[in-house]
């Protein structure tokens, strides 16, 4: 499956449920033809061009970081053990490598991460360390009835240090 694509201090690492079967099989991140997440990057302005899937190791330079809540998996929901999630695993990089923010990529990364059935968009009370925790709506293309660009550009002000 896809291996992390983390560094120390980066101002952002995005967090998914797990590899859907499009990017497992190409190996690059978000490879779906349907999923949102490259044009949303660059429509927010966390990158200054749209970058391709291929591209992804290129978000270091941009200080955007890439993991998975479900490693060793791929596929949609209904694919994944959830069982098979390792969140303390996920907490320890995230207290090592100390980005200034998580943010799941759907809300269903961020129940599995958090052990709860329930979450809403936005900002989260919750930190790892110094490290704010944020839930974005899902890029997926599965996931298009509950699109919306606002919490994404509301990411990406806090990313820039814009909110609190």
Request: hydrophobic letters at 40%; one cysteine or more; glycine letters at 12%.
């Amino acid at each position: 499956m896809l291996e992390d694509l983390l560094a120390p201090g980066l101002k952002l690492v995005v967090c998914g449920t797990a590899a859907g079967a499009v990017s497992a099989s190409k190996g690059q991140y978000y490879a779906g033809p349907g999923n949102r997440f490259w044009p949303t990057l660059h429509e927010v302005g966390l990158t200054s061009r749209r970058l391709m899937p291929r591209e992804y190791r290129e978000l270091l330079s941009f200080g955007i970081g890439l993991t998975d809540v479900v490693k060793g998996q791929a596929g949609g929901d209904a694919a994944i053990d959830f069982g098979r999630s390792d969140p303390d695993g996920l907490r320890d990089k995230i207290m090592r490598l100390k980005p200034a923010v998580l943010a799941f990529n759907g809300k269903k990364a961020a129940q599995v991460f958090l052990d709860r059935p329930r979450v809403a968009t936005g900002l989260l009370p919750d930190t790892i360390g110094a490290t704010r925790l944020f839930i974005a709506p899902s890029t997926s293309g599965a996931a298009s009835g509950f699109w919306t660009i606002e919490d994404w550009q509301e990411l990406a002000r806090m990313v820039r240090g814009g909110t609190d």
